[in-house]
């Protein structure tokens, strides 16, 4: 079935620098992703939608320069945090649509996630 | 705007009884309804959805959902737990709009379902 890896799993990083994470659909191409950020013992709340050759469409509230999202390919979006500061430790997941392309009625596939940690 | 409230924050059964997760949504219109389960150090499982037609949908690993329109509830069931039924759940209504907004999830808060032995 239709996979989706996120790379890394872990990371650990000192406030200010910045982290990037890597979101690809292993046996099929997407040209919609989705990232997610989960909080502890909370929901998970959708930070944006990643478009493959356009700009992502961000959720009210989520700072487009603080996260910037990039779809270069079919297989490919990446979520990067910049200036990373304590507040941003989360866990970060993405998905896609099982299809490929975004529909209302369509199942997404999700990636394991990937734990940020901020010193 | 869409939205789902799951009002229980933990749900616990005892192996072999009947369990229910509740879910209320708030859509305009027909509304898309999902059920996801997660699992430690994995990511979500997709579990069954309502799009249209008959109420009672039934899903993966036994799990069943009744769409209720005039009670805006979509509550997942199963008629017997197992222990390995414990997971974290998540309730989902999709963005049925266009463009950019087509396609996206919200998500409940989550129930925890833990089922003893």
């Known amino acids: 079935g239709a996979v989706v890896s996120q790379h890394p799993s872990w990371v650990i990083c000192k406030s200010g620098t910045s982290v990037k994470i890597e979101c690809r659909s292993l046996?099929?191409?997407?040209?919609?992703m989705f990232w997610y950020r989960q909080f502890p013992k909370q929901s998970l709340m959708l930070m944006a939608t990643s478009n493959e050759g356009s700009k992502a469409t961000y959720e009210q509230g989520v700072e487009k320069d603080k996260f910037l999202i990039n779809h270069a390919s079919l297989t490919l979006s990446t979520l990067t945090v910049t200036s990373a500061h304590p507040e941003d430790s989360s866990f970060y997941i993405c998905s896609a649509p099982l299809t490929g392309a975004a529909s209302g009625a369509n199942v997404l596939t999700f990636g394991a996630g990937s734990r940020l940690t901020v010193l | 705007a869409q939205s789902v409230a799951q009002p229980e924050d933990q749900v616990n059964v005892a192996e072999g009884n009947p369990l229910t997760v509740k879910c209320t949504y708030s859509?305009?219109?027909?509304?898309?309804l999902f059920w996801y389960v997660q699992y430690p150090n994995r990511g979500l499982q997709f579990l069954l959805k309502?799009?249209?037609?008959?109420?009672l949908v039934k899903g993966s690993y036994g799990f069943e959902a009744e769409f209720n329109k005039s009670q805006t509830s979509f509550h997942l069931k199963k008629p017997s737990a197992l222990v390995s039924d414990s997971a974290l759940y998540f309730c989902a209504v999709s963005d049925r709009g266009r463009g950019s907004t087509l396609g996206r999830l919200y998500f409940g808060r989550g129930t925890q379902l833990t089922v003893w032995p």
């Open positions: 859509v305009s219109g027909n509304p898309y």
């Open positions: 309502y799009i249209t037609g008959d109420n």
């Open positions: 046996d099929f191409q997407a040209t919609t």
